[in-house]
Nanobody, 123 residues
Framework: QVQLVESGGGLGQSGGSLRLSCAASGRPFGSWSMGWFRQAPGKEREFVALITWNAGSTRTADSVKGRFTISREYAKNTVSLQMNSLHPEDTAVYYC????????????????WGQGTQVTVSS
């Protein structure tokens, strides 16, 4: 069982930056990956970024590429999402999640989820 706790959300300004963190209890293993998803009101949950636990390989959604960076601190079991050049359309609840099966952009492949953290970007 893996428990995930997100932190770092809040209010940001358009063009500004925020950093989200996700602390995992229990150690993710081998081929696992950790991802960030987001869900805006009235919209489906969408993939934002992922990182493979061992190799540190990353993938990011086109909508955030060049602005958001995912990273991990292996020793601390944490994954972070650095969000720069924020847009109002980045406003959403952001969730971190664990996929035991490797790389996937689909939320259905993620077995464990955090409670979510609200990010609101003002224009």
């Amino acid at each position: 069982q893996v428990q995930l706790v997100e932190s770092g959300g809040g209010l940001g300004q358009s063009g500004g930056s925020l950093r989200l963190s996700c602390a995992a209890s229990g150690r993710p293993f081998g081929s696992w990956s950790m991802g960030w998803f987001r869900q805006a009101p009235g919209k489906e949950r969408e993939f934002v970024a992922l990182i493979t636990w061992n190799a540190g390989s990353t993938r990011t959604a086109d909508s955030v590429k060049g602005r958001f960076t995912i990273s991990r601190e292996y020793a601390k079991n944490t994954v972070s999402l650095q969000m720069n050049s924020l847009h109002p359309e980045d406003t959403a609840v952001y969730y971190c999640a664990v996929n035991r099966g490797g790389i996937s952009y689909h939320s259905k492949h993620y077995a464990y989820w955090g409670q979510g953290t609200q990010v609101t970007v003002s224009s």
